[in-house]
């Protein structure tokens, strides 16, 4: 039987991007966690998606599969830079990690190994425990203080201390603080969908704002920005408010904030509103408008 394509195992397409594939990792990898997932293919699928991302995470692992195959990356056949397997047993779960054998360790998608994602989310120990790891602790925030960025007083060992918590850190977004690494949980927002650094939102017109036109409020992260929506508005239409989403983490700039339009429907007309709504079909059938 041919071996599943890489990029199909992620669910991602073959022009996708390092995060984009980071991110694919990470949601796939948590949920087919033998330690969270019990059903019987969960072990299987979590060793497809590391093997997976091994590869892609790599620029150039992943240009070697674009042009060889999964072959290329054969246990039984790799030497030299493609490194060595290892295998091992964790609980009922039987796993195989390919190191790279050379000086820089391979991205887990922010995990140190693909094991760490027990550590963090249940509580045990990782089998690839060779060297020292930094303890690992979380802490709940809410959105906007992610966007903006806040401090926080946290007590680790008995000690209190503040952390800093930058402007545009996400959801499981790790920082290193002191000896210790802390992985920031995020709260949803009521109103906003943070896609990386853009925000997406819903605003609701009424069909005359979306037939004439209208100038409107949005709320943004920075507060409410004024956004004129032409007449003929269709349902769906998103509009994009440069610089409005989330401030980079690292270096300068921000996203942006997307406004997708619902147009809102009355439920309840008066009779005169009624007569000028058939008024109106009446001549948009005789001039054909649309």
């Known amino acids: ?63 070697t599969y674009d042009q060889f195959g999964s072959a290329a990356f054969d246990p039984s056949t790799s030497s030299g830079p493609f490194g ?51 303890p690992v602790y979380s802490l709940a925030i809410d959105f906007m203080e992610a966007v903006l960025g806040t401090t926080k007083k946290v007590t680790i060992d008995g000690k209190t201390q503040t952390i800093k918590i930058p402007a545009g850190v996400d959801d499981n977004s790790r920082i290193r603080f002191g000896d ?47 956004l004129r929506v032409p007449s003929g508005t269709q349902p769906g239409t998103v509009f994009r408010l440069r610089g409005k989403g989330v401030p980079h983490v690292r270096g300068s700039g921000k996203g942006d904030h997307y406004a997708r339009i619902k147009i809102v429907i009355p439920k309840n007309l008066t009779s005169r509103q009624k007569d000028l709504l058939r008024q109106f079909e009446e001549e948009k059938r005789s001039k054909s408008w649309f």
């Open 180 to 226: 210790y690494d802390v992985v920031i949980n995020v709260a949803p927002h009521r109103k906003f969908h943070r896609e990386g650094y853009d925000i997406v939102s819903e605003h609701e017109i009424s069909f005359a704002q979306a037939a004439l036109g209208d100038v409107i409020s949005v709320e943004t992260v920075d507060g409410l920005v004024k």
């Open 1 to 63: 039987m041919a071996e599943k394509d890489f990029y199909q195992i992620l669910g991602v397409s073959k022009s996708a991007s390092a995060d984009e594939i980071k991110r694919a990792y990470r949601k796939l990898a948590l949920q087919y966690h033998p330690d969270r997932n019990k059903s019987k293919d969960a072990a299987e699928k979590f060793k497809e998606v590391t093997k997976a991302y091994e590869v892609l995470s790599d620029s150039q692992k992943r240009q």
């Open 84 to 134: 060595q397997a290892r295998t091992g047993r964790y609980g009922p779960f039987s796993y195989t990690y390919t190191t790279s054998g050379g000086p820089s360790e391979f991205d887990f998608g922010g995990f140190s190994d693909p094991f760490e994602i027990f550590e963090q989310f249940f509580g045990g120990a990782s089998p690839f425990g060779a060297r020292q790891r930094r």
